[in-house]
T-cell receptor
């Protein structure tokens, strides 16, 4: 079956512009996660959705970052007024449920370059 | 705050050898531990998930063990092949509103 998909695969933007990254989870997966992978920081967790709700947004790096999920499916991660330190690969994952069986399946990522 | 450490950071071995990758974590209150592989420029592929109540999981030539009380996991790869070359990542899930906490990975090269 179809895995997690993300778009765009690559995005180059100028400093100060806004960008929107999209994630399509595996059909039927209720939990959705965003992560960021950068050379200096490794893989870091950003935010989690159960259905359309994000219980804790404290993992987002700054108030320039926001995320939403609609219809319990597609999610978008928006970065406003991008900075060079936002350059990274943004990964999305989904899971059928939380807890013991929280096996997460990752998409291919969006490589963001801020010039 | 949970911290995950992977040793070694890099490993290069000849084809056919059996090898062990190590992962340690500081907080033993985890729901599960997951091993992934990442190929260059690609996303993460899930290899094995061990629930907190389990001691090990096996898939083909891969075997992962979990000692939750001591905060350690190992990934054993039998009869390594050049196609096993990748970065291997260990991640733990602690529940709540958190996601996975990852180690920095072991970069593995299998020489033909």
């Amino acid at each position: 079956g179809a895995g997690v998909s993300q778009s765009p695969s690559n995005k180059v933007t100028e400093k100060g512009k806004d960008v929107e990254l999209r994630c399509d989870p595996i059909s039927g997966h209720t939990a959705l996660y965003w992560y960021r992978q950068s050379l200096g920081q490794g893989l870091e967790f950003l935010i989690y959705f159960q259905g359309n709700s994000a219980p804790d947004k404290s993992g987002l790096p700054s108030d320039r970052f926001s995320a939403e999920r609609t219809g319990g499916s597609v999610s978008t991660l928006t970065i406003q007024r991008t900075q060079q330190e936002d350059s990274a690969v943004y990964l999305c994952a989904s899971s059928p449920e939380r807890g013991l069986r929280n096996e997460q399946y990752f998409g291919p990522g969006t490589r963001l370059t801020v010039t | 705050k949970q911290e995950v450490t992977q040793i070694p950071a890099a490993l290069s071995v000849p084809e056919g050898e059996n090898l062990v990758l190590n992962c340690s974590f500081t907080d033993s209150a985890i729901y599960n531990l997951q091993w992934f592989r990442q190929d260059p420029g690609k996303g993460l592929t899930s290899l094995l998930l061990i629930q907190s109540s389990q001691r090990e999981q096996t898939s083909g030539r891969l075997n992962a063990s979990l000692d939750k009380s001591s905060g350690r996991s190992t990934l054993y790869i039998a009869a390594s092949q050049p196609g096993d070359s990748a970065t291997y990542l260990c991640a733990v899930f602690g529940g709540g509103a958190d996601g996975l906490t990852f180690g920095k990975g072991t970069h593995l090269i299998i020489q033909p």
